[in-house]
């Protein structure tokens, strides 16, 4: 199948750090990117793993483990206009290299 | 203002009517999507052209009938509109590639009466 898994809503506290997950099935993984889904607003792209290890940009990172079928996504430095959903998608290459997107990750950041 | 622009924004109908939804980007991509996103939250794609041309038309009723006049448009027509219909409908675009990320436009949220 096209099983990706995400936790479904989060919490943290503004100024700190969030570690959002995403698990994939690996047969024919061909990328994963991350989306960030403000309420109301279109997805807007965060980042791209195609090898393995950690691509950081600003505050923002991500993280692939292509032989785990596992990514996350790091938030330092957290602001309270973080809150909102971020989304894993992955291509895989016998589905036409289609993107396929998760159900999302609900990130609330309190004061 | 370079962007993937969707018109209209809201559109209110009834069952049983036919209504088309418009895509433009003026970002010099080649491949356009539309995506599906449900009270869910779920985003699906729907349809993708490449150069005007279908390249995947996933398991959508036929009352949905993209439309590609040239490589900077793409239309959503729908017949016979349905409840179950209800979502916002975003279009995106993207250069032809697997690394290439997708650029979303702002969405047309659908509500069927």
């Known amino acids: 199948g096209q099983n990706i898994d995400q936790p479904t809503e989060m919490t943290a506290t503004e100024g700190a750090i969030v570690q959002i997950n995403c698990t994939y099935q690996?047969?024919?993984?061909?990328?994963l990117f991350w989306y960030q889904q403000h309420a109301g607003e279109a997805p807007t792209f965060l980042s791209y793993?195609?090898?393995?290890g950690l691509e950081e940009k600003g505050r923002f990172s991500s993280f692939l483990s292509r032989s785990k079928g596992y990514s996350y996504l790091l938030l330092k430095e957290l602001q309270m206009k973080d809150s909102a959903s971020y989304l894993c998608a992955v291509r895989w290459v016998e589905y036409g290299n289609k993107l396929v997107f998760g159900a999302g990750t609900i990130l609330r950041v309190k004061s | 203002d370079t962007a993937v622009s969707q018109t209209p924004k809201y559109l209110v109908t009834q069952m049983g009517n036919d209504k088309s939804i418009k895509c433009e980007q003026n970002l010099g991509h080649d491949t356009m999507y539309w995506y599906k996103q449900d009270s869910k939250k779920f985003l699906k794609i729907m349809f993708s052209y490449n150069n005007k041309e279908l390249i995947i038309n996933e398991t959508v009723p036929n009352r949905f009938s993209p439309k590609s006049p040239d490589k900077a448009h793409l239309n959503l027509h729908i017949n016979s509109l349905e409840l179950g219909d209800s979502a916002v409908y975003f279009c995106?675009?993207?250069?032809?590639?697997?690394?290439?990320?997708?650029?979303f436009g702002p969405g047309t949220r659908l509500t069927v009466t």
């Open positions: 995106a675009s993207s250069h032809q590639g697997a690394r290439n990320e997708q650029y």
């Open positions: 690996t047969s024919g993984f061909n990328g």
């Open positions: 793993n195609v090898l393995d």
